[in-house]
């Protein structure tokens, strides 16, 4: 996915369709309207993503895109897309601050991960607990982001460390940017009231790190140097799949990273759109699980079998539920942060968010 950018000037290009109304550039022989859609590939919506999943009504035309591009292009650029996977975190900012209208949620979560493996420490370093971290510096490339939100979240609540107990140091790249695009301005918040600092020009997070900068990372993705196999860096929690399946236990939360957005004239002039969306998510879901029980054999991991089977004792068959009724703990959770941590100038409610029409779909 490293390799399909998004710039917003990309998105505004001759040959797009834009966005089709009633009257608009829609298929004049079957009455479709057309979409520019975009997200990540991920493997439970490549259905809709190649075309073998249909929205009813629509004909879509999906563009693989990165989350800062598409989330600069969302808030403040050209908004050709009809809907679209976009960071939960950058979207409630915008919506708290900024006024940011235009586009509405559907509770489609297209990413989710959880984030006890997103904090690296240099190996020889001596932290051992996350409690070790008040008073140390914590290199991140950037803070507003929902990755970042849900890590210092986390270590609050579980671990009694405050976001005002670190020292910030925000590194001057990202080594995982080919990833994750242009961080986008809703990515780059910095609240009032904390001790944060900018790392030395040329440094990402990794130079930051070894260089003795920092004593530890909050990382979205997984820092150069780890990635490298660096043995001077390593991560805070020595089993983080246990200790992530142990705070699911405990909380049943599992972090929500991405939602998907629709435009809001569009759904304001097809009021059915938002549910077709929302199905059209769900049976493309709904394909890859079927493909993941019945051909195990084909997949590359030895054990896959045995740990997709791990996974839904655990949280249940349906383990990327839809709707706001599976979701609501963890949404309400991380309004609750981005309040907390000065990212949003009040909390909000997931009714004022998510477009009306879906409040009340599930796909339980």
Same mark, same amino acid.
């Given at each position: 996915?490293g390799?399909? &950018?998004?710039?917003?000037s ?6 797009l369709? &834009? ?18 859609v ?7 919506i490549?259905?809709?993503a190649t075309?073998?999943?249909?929205v ?14 598409i ?6 650029g050209?908004?050709?897309?009809g809907?679209?996977?976009? @960071? ?7 919506y708290a ?5 235009a =586009? ?7 990413l989710?991960v959880?984030?006890?493996?997103s904090i690296?420490?240099h190996?020889?370093g001596?932290?051992?607990?996350? @409690?070790?971290?008040?008073?140390k510096?914590? @290199?991140?490339?950037?803070y507003s982001?929902?990755s970042?939100?849900?890590i ?6 579980e671990?009694?460390?405050?976001? #005002? ?12 940017? &080919? ?15 904390l ?17 003795g900068?920092v ?7 997984e820092p150069?140097a780890?990635?490298?196999?660096? /043995?001077k ?10 200790t ?5 236990a ?5 972090p929500?990273m991405?939602?998907?957005?629709i ?5 304001? #002039?097809h009021?059915?759109? /938002? ?7 769900? #049976?493309?879901?709904?394909?890859? =699980?079927?493909d993941?029980?019945?051909k195990?054999y084909?997949?590359?991991?030895p054990w ?6 791990a996974?839904?004792s655990l949280?249940g068959?349906?383990?990327?539920? =839809? &709707? ?13 942060y ?6 949003a @100038?009040?909390?909000?409610s997931v009714?004022?968010?998510f477009e009306?029409s ?7």
């Amino acid at each position: 996915m490293g390799g399909f &950018g998004l710039a917003a000037s990309a998105l505004g290009a001759p040959g797009l369709t &834009g966005l089709a109304g009633a009257d608009g550039p829609g298929d004049s022989e079957t009455g479709a309207i057309r979409l520019d859609v975009s997200g990540y590939p991920h493997e439970h919506i490549r259905g809709l993503a190649t075309g073998k999943v249909r929205v009813k009504g629509c004909e879509i035309s999906f563009r693989p895109g990165k989350i800062g591009d598409i989330n600069t292009h969302v808030f403040s650029g050209p908004r050709t897309l009809g809907f679209t996977e976009i @960071g939960l975190s950058p979207y409630i900012g915008a919506y708290a601050d900024e006024g940011f209208r235009a =586009y509405s949620l559907i509770p489609v979560f297209p990413l989710r991960v959880f984030r006890h493996k997103s904090i690296f420490v240099h190996a020889d370093g001596g932290i051992e607990h996350p @409690g070790r971290l008040k008073g140390k510096r914590v @290199g991140t490339p950037g803070y507003s982001s929902t990755s970042l939100t849900w890590i210092r979240g986390i270590v609050q609540d579980e671990y009694g460390v405050r976001p #005002e107990d670190i020292d910030w140091v925000i590194s001057a790249a990202d080594s995982s940017a &080919g990833e994750s695009g242009a961080i986008s301005k809703q990515e780059q918040v910095l609240p009032e009231g904390l001790s944060i600092s900018v790392g030395p020009p040329g440094k990402d997070e990794s130079d930051l790190l070894l260089d003795g900068d920092v004593d530890a990372l909050f990382h979205a993705a997984e820092p150069r140097a780890f990635v490298e196999g660096n /043995p001077k860096i390593r991560r805070l929690f020595t089993d983080p799949r246990k200790t992530e399946q142990d705070y699911f236990a405990k909380t049943g939360i599992f972090p929500i990273m991405h939602a998907v957005a629709i435009r809001n004239d569009l759904a304001e #002039e097809h009021p059915w759109l /938002p549910r077709a969306v929302f199905e059209a998510y769900c #049976e493309a879901k709904s394909l890859t =699980y079927a493909d993941m029980r019945a051909k195990w054999y084909l997949r590359t991991l030895p054990w896959f079998a045995q740990e997709l089977a791990a996974t839904e004792s655990l949280m249940g068959r349906n383990f990327l539920p =839809y &709707g706001l009724g599976p979701n609501r703990k963890a949404l309400d959770t991380l309004f609750r942060y981005m309040h907390e941590q000065g990212l949003a @100038g009040r909390r909000l409610s997931v009714e004022e968010m998510f477009e009306p029409s879906t409040l009340e779909l599930t796909d339980l």
